[in-house]
């Protein structure tokens, strides 16, 4: 790989400022300054940008604990995007698998492999996700088989994927849906007469919500993790 394309992979620089630091005499190799932008990067060098040694960035994959008024959007909005949470480099190469409204909490992943989150959020995958959610009414033992049955919601074409309720208290429940529709939990329960008044996302797949993260703080996914999305 050409020196300069390294750095630009390495680092936050664009090609322009890497062969800036070339011209200073920045970069070195093995010791040696190089000042070559065409210059050969093979495994046997160890190359150093102001003294710090540089390493290609690799796929990443993140979790992050969504706080409220934040969107998963690329780019500030209304509310700020919750790629502004993370203090990595190059936050323009991620994008976020799957999404949450501005007032729900949670799960949320954010990686730069197009086809791992494909596998999350495409329909055909049927990845599950789960949810913790209150309700304005009362939650009645019945609708345990009418969210098994699937329901129908407004504008859409059929009924939803069987889906599954734990009611746990009479206001509060656990939702499991495997289908992505647009504010899709909100509206199952619009559509039984009731309203969500607080969401919070607690899985996606066999992922699940680090507890040792406080809501607006990430960190990176362990292998096992990465490799259970399938």
């Known amino acids: 790989m050409r020196l300069d394309k390294f750095i630009c992979e390495s680092t936050s620089h ?32 160890e190359i150093r940008l102001d003294g710090e040694v540089l390493t290609i960035i690799g796929p990443r994959f993140i ?37 949450l409204d501005a007032d729900t909490t949670g799960l949320v992943l954010i990686t730069t492999d197009g086809q791992w989150s494909h596998k999350i959020t495409s329909p055909k995958k049927e990845c599950g996700k789960r949810y913790l959610l209150e309700t304005a009414e009362s939650l009645s033992d019945d609708l345990v088989q009418q969210f098994v049955d699937g329901l129908q919601l407004n ?12 009611i746990l208290a009479p206001n509060q429940a656990r939702l499991t849906i495997t289908e992505g529709k647009y504010h899709q939990v909100k509206r199952m329960l619009a559509a039984v007469g009731n309203k969500v008044t607080k969401l919070h996302r607690e899985s996606v797949g066999a992922i699940e919500l680090d507890p040792n993260l406080e809501l607006g703080q990430w960190r990176y996914l362990t292998a096992a993790e990465i490799k259970s999305v399938k």
Not at 73 to 78: G, H, P, R, V
Not at 155 to 166: R, S
């Open 14 to 45: 664009s090609r322009v400022s890497a062969k800036k630091a070339l011209h200073r005499g920045d970069v070195t190799c093995n010791g040696e300054v190089v000042k070559n932008s065409g210059f050969k990067v093979t495994d046997e060098h």
């Open 63 to 99: 979790m992050l604990n969504k706080p409220v008024d934040t969107i998963c959007s690329t780019i500030d909005e209304e509310y700020p995007s919750v790629i502004s949470l993370l203090d990595v480099i190059r936050p323009e190469d991620l994008h976020i698998a799957g999404r």
């Open 155 to 166: 504008n859409e074409d059929g009924l939803t994927k069987p889906a599954e309720l734990e």
